[in-house]
Nanobody
Framework: VQLQASGGGLVQAGGSLRLSCAAS????????MGWFRQAPGKEREFVAA????????YYADSVKGRFTISRDNSKTTVYLQMNSLKHEDTAVYYC????????????????WGQGTQVTVSS
């Protein structure tokens, strides 16, 4: 499975961005998907996850109510809609695919994308 993340950029605080993660590979539609982020000088952290069916989602407390994870009908593209962005959301965002359910544990995700930079100016 190959993952390609896109959609990052520079946005003012309070603004919005939508990240996309396109998955390719024969079984890519059957994986649970997650978004993680890594800010400068910090460890990579969980942001959100969605089940392979799209029926279940899970969010980190820091983004709950502001971010929405979804996937398209083909289940091969996952989105992260980010609203009311804050300066502390600045990070490189990574998408990942795994079969371990809606988990925050990074080692449960087998495949990782290359990351896309999100910068929120205050």
């Amino acid at each position: 499975v190959q993952l390609q993340a896109s959609g990052g950029g520079l946005v003012q605080a309070g603004g919005s961005l939508r990240l996309s993660c396109a998955a390719s590979g024969r079984t890519s539609s059957y994986y649970d998907m997650g978004w993680f982020r890594q800010a400068p000088g910090k460890e990579r952290e969980f942001v959100a996850a969605i089940s392979w069916s799209g029926g279940s989602t899970y969010y980190a407390d820091s983004v709950k109510g502001r971010f929405t994870i979804s996937r398209d009908n083909s289940k091969t593209t996952v989105y992260l809609q980010m609203n009311s962005l804050k300066h502390e959301d600045t990070a490189v965002y990574y998408c990942a695919a795994g079969a371990g359910g809606l988990t925050i544990r990074q080692n449960e995700y087998k495949y990782w994308g290359q990351g896309t930079q999100v910068t929120v100016s205050s």
